[in-house]
């Protein structure tokens, strides 16, 4: 752990990634007082009282980015209320409990492109792998009844295994026929949503009596373990971390990860070192989809309870976005995926409290997104000129 | 820092060399003089005129050209295409059509000027790599540059390819053009410089007349005195450990590219194959390795029937391999020096096991290796990336040597890689076939193949033409790699 946090801060990403959401909060902010007509308007006159037109951006910039962490962190207010008694703990920890719910299945979909993006492979199948792993996890939930803890298990088990399958397919594909795994990957993203949207109106998966798209819910045995009431949040976050560390491990100690870091780095120095290249890309793409498929199973078991077409929401692409934000690093994604989770239930208060439309949030986040992915930008900005010197001398100081 | 404040003129003229080990600064000096790289101090002065080169155009407009190690040509056009490209005639205004017959005729009429002859309609994938080194410099000729920068021009080129080389640069400045010519090639600075400066660590360490000896410029080169010759005792050839029969490989392209070879390597003696780059060689023992289908033939280690195994089995049954591109398919420049000494042997005891590695012993390993084998790097967590080529390729050479081995295969093990690691990696060589190895060594340095066999073949078009002794004169090896029998019976001794 320390040496990650050496690795992270002397690599200056995180100063990067932090100015990065700096830049995007301030362009936010601008985005809040164009869209607000009363603030626009007092514009109007600006140049005959600017104070009222800068009082006035002020404070709907402010009020929305402090609705924003509220809903994110917790409410100062709440809590005090919580001391004094006239409030329960539970409440409290509402806004956290909803960041963490927001965050889990984005940190297996964000692991998933991580990992395989480490392979050399880029993954945009996540979203079809996770609502293939809501599917086997859902349907396993909901039929066979299996004691306490058991079923759990299995459905877990399902929801990997359901992933895993549509894994595997691009990366035999590529291992195969050379197929690219972008292109696979995206068919077979239609391919899933369009099979949910099919199975769960068919009888047997439909829940009785229902004419909308919804199947039966989920035993309660199989459902992740939640404090209930207004807290969301269930186990999926625990198995999360847990996830993060065996990835890391599998990455950093194992001698797949070896593999597959040495194909993603150069795959023909690995072929010349008589590592299977072909077969590493078919293991990594079941591994990766199996992560994806865990991410869909605990939206299924934690949260949904039943599958909807829409159960997976948009978790594979965020986990793109996030495996881009964490450097494909399995710690590194685990706090992208925290804090987009934060953007998310953050985004949710602000759209109530302070009527900011919640697209505000995925503007945030794309903007983030953008500017890590363009460090330059972020560095001309800053005008950050340390690591230009020494990472543009080396690579051209060939003799 | 790779240039530390260095000073240099060359006059009117005059082939001037610029002389250093690989990393010494050489090529990032003459980046800056020609626009890719803008120098933090100092100034570049032409003609009695500071300039400041933002881009290669900035360089081409003040008469200065190069032609780069690595050609920078369009396959698929055709040679006048490749020459206008950047400089286009074009008729009727800036989005006007493409004046092809103009282009044409500039470099018929630049070509002819210089004795320079190119085909202005071949395409240039088609050319051999002489004639397309022939396009970029009638390329730079027809920018009318005054000072022309070779970077390591003959690398690429056969003996008599690079005797043509010198005659043109030759011509050139007898014509009153200047030349600036990069290499590490002791013999070629002597036989064209007129005057030679040597680059050690981006500093000028001296300069040199073309009557210094090689050992002197090899010695300012490398800061030691340094033994060119590889010094080895006669060959002791045991037992035949590889056989080689009628073996048929094609190219990545399915052409085929060795045409029934056949060839023995016993043990304890050095079977070199010499041969201009693209005869067969690189597909031969990628073949050998598991690399590369076999279409046709038998290749036997001992007992072991390679076609049949793959490269990690090969690996393991005690073969040793250095690949010829070294970055390519030697090393993973984003991994560690310590992960790269055990690339094919990482799930192997003691470095870990089908699941697990272990760190430490891996890291132990690196320690030992990086200081037998003298690998210069700050530690063995060292990106490989950042070393030096010289030292990449102990890296190769260390993570292949450290196993006991039947067979040991290097492809141009000294490629790119500087004087004084050439040294040592020669000694290694030899060493590991004084140990009883097997040893398979290709290179397209003529040099290096007659320094370290024992019996040479030499290889063109596919096929073995004759396995010499190692003093059969220079001038008859050139011929067989050219393809030219003439007088040597074909299977001599």
New interface residues.
Partial sequence: MTAFLRKLWSANTVALTFLSMVLAVLIGALLIIVSDADVLAKFGYFTARPSDAIESSWAVVSTAYADLLKGAFGDPQVFSAWFAGTATWQQAFAPLSETLTYAAPMVFTGLSVALAFRGGLFNIGAQGQAVLGCVAAGIAGFTFGLPVVLNLLVALIAGVVGGALWGFIPGFLKARTGAHEVITTIMLNYSAGLFLSWLVIQQGIQAPGRTDAISKTVAETAQLPSPGGVLRVHLGIILAVLVTAGVSWLLN????G??L??VG??P?????????VGRTYVLLMAIAGGLAGLGGATQVLGTAHALTPAVAGNIGFDGLLVALLGRNRPWGTLFAALLFGALRAGGDRMQSFASISLELVTVLQALIVIFIAAPALVKAIFRLRAARATGL??S???? | MANDHIDITVEPGEVHALLGENGAGKSTLMNQLYGLLQPDEGQIIVNDEPRVFKSPRDAIAAGIGMVHQHFMLVPVFTVAENIALGAEEVRGGPLGWLDRRRSRRDVIETSQRYGLPVDPDALVEDLPVGAQQRVEIVKALTREVDLLILDEPTAVLTPQETQELLAVMRSLTAMGKSIVFITHKLKEVKAIADRITVIRRGQVVGTASPDTSEEELAALMVGRAVSLEVEKSPAEPGRSVLKIEGLVVDDDRGVRAVDGVDLEVRAGEVLGIAGVQGNGQTELVEAVMGLREVRAGAVRLDDDDLVTMSTKRILRSGVGYIPEDRSHDGVVKEFSVAENLVLDMYDQAPYGNAFSLDLGKVGGNAKERIEQFDIRCQSPATPVGTLSGGNQQKVVVAREMSRPLRLFIASQPTRGVDVGSIEFIHSRIIHERDQGTAVLVVSSELDEVVGLADRIAVMYRGRVLAIVSPDTPREEIGLLMAGITGDTPEGEK
């Fill in positions: 100690r194992s001698a797949f070896f593999e870091r040495a780095a150069n023909h120095a690995a072929k010349t070192a008589g590592i299977g001398g080396a051209l100081a060939k003799g």
